[in-house]
């Protein structure tokens, strides 16, 4: 039976999410095949449920080999991420490394582990994503009326995000890169984007914070959400992210690294938007890391 909370979900989504560990494929040949019926009628895979639909589903051996749930006291590192949480939403500083899903050889990522952390919540959803790279603010949905509500506000613009990036060089005029973007795969499947006048629209706007002796630390805010978007930006102008090892340079990585940079210096620094239901502009900061931090000390030494 759909519930309040699954009002407006399309039915593929809703039986990959009641049939886990069931291959999609497998999904898609049940709706096909009219063995799934809402209110006893065959539907589409797109079509969207009401609150109350009588669902009906047949029986299906889901996957029962499936590696260890870690425990609560295995995630309590991950507890103390979490910077902010109501009845409506959650707010994890996402580490660097951290998927925000499992998938692609990676069996846990940032939903599963907090899935994992809270058992008991009937719902917790990513409303958007980071590279697995990018730390930073990421906010999960813990009813699905405020994942349609959250993801309305990004279609439309409504939610703010400013990013925290040490770009290599001396980056001195604040100003927008429009350039457009293509996703293409490479070897072994790996995805990379890149600079195409045929590919989706993109806007970046950076804005210089600090120039030290071989880099600039911006703040980037995004006008779009394409993948790889910021680092593809700044490495078309010329400024890649420090440490980021698809789209920069090898000797300059190199540089960073003997200055302590492991990882690609770009954080998801704040958040803000005014929450749909209530009307409440909310506003989110998550610090940097130790690691960044450090990076920063030292090129302020000089």
């Known amino acids: 039976m759909a519930n309040a909370e699954d009002e407006g979900q399309r039915v593929d989504n809703f039986l990959f999410r009641e049939l886990k560990g069931v291959p999609k494929g497998h999904v898609y040949r049940l709706l096909r095949t009219g063995q799934v019926r809402v209110n006893g009628r065959r539907v589409k895979p797109t079509s969207r449920l009401a609150a109350g639909d009588d ?32 009845d409506s939403l959650l707010v994890l500083n996402k580490p660097a490394g951290l998927a925000v899903h499992g998938g692609s050889g990676l069996s846990l990522g940032a939903i599963e582990a907090l899935r994992a952390l809270r058992p008991q919540a009937p719902y917790l959803e990513l409303v958007h994503r980071l590279d697995r790279e990018t730390s930073g603010c990421l906010l999960i949905a813990k009813r699905r009326s405020r994942l349609r509500a959250m993801h309305e506000l990004l279609r439309n613009g409504h939610v703010e995000k400013k990013y925290l990036a040490l770009l290599s060089g001396h980056l001195n005029d604040a100003g927008s890169v429009t350039a457009a973007l293509r996703k293409h795969q490479v070897a072994g499947g790996e995805r990379r984007v890149h ?14 914070l600090t120039m030290y002796g071989q880099g600039t630390l911006v703040e980037a805010r995004i006008l779009t959400g394409r993948t790889h978007q910021i680092r593809v930006h700044a490495a078309h102008l010329g400024h890649p992210v420090a440490g980021d090892d698809k789209y920069g340079e090898h000797e300059t990585n190199r540089d960073w690294r003997r200055l302590g940079l492991k990882r690609m210096f770009l954080h998801a620094a704040s958040i803000s938007f005014t ?22 000390d030292r090129l302020e030494e000089g």
């Open 195 to 208: 600079v195409d006048e045929s590919g989706k629209a993109a806007e970046t706007r950076f804005k210089p």
């Open 275 to 296: 929450a749909p239901w209530n009307d409440v502009p909310l506003a989110f900061d998550a610090p940097l890391d130790s690691e960044l931090r450090g990076v920063l």
């Open 55 to 86: 669902v009906r589903i047949p029986p299906v051996k889901q996957a029962s080999a499936k590696p260890a749930a870690p425990t609560g006291q295995d995630l309590g590192w991950l507890a103390n991420c979490i910077i902010y949480e109501d």
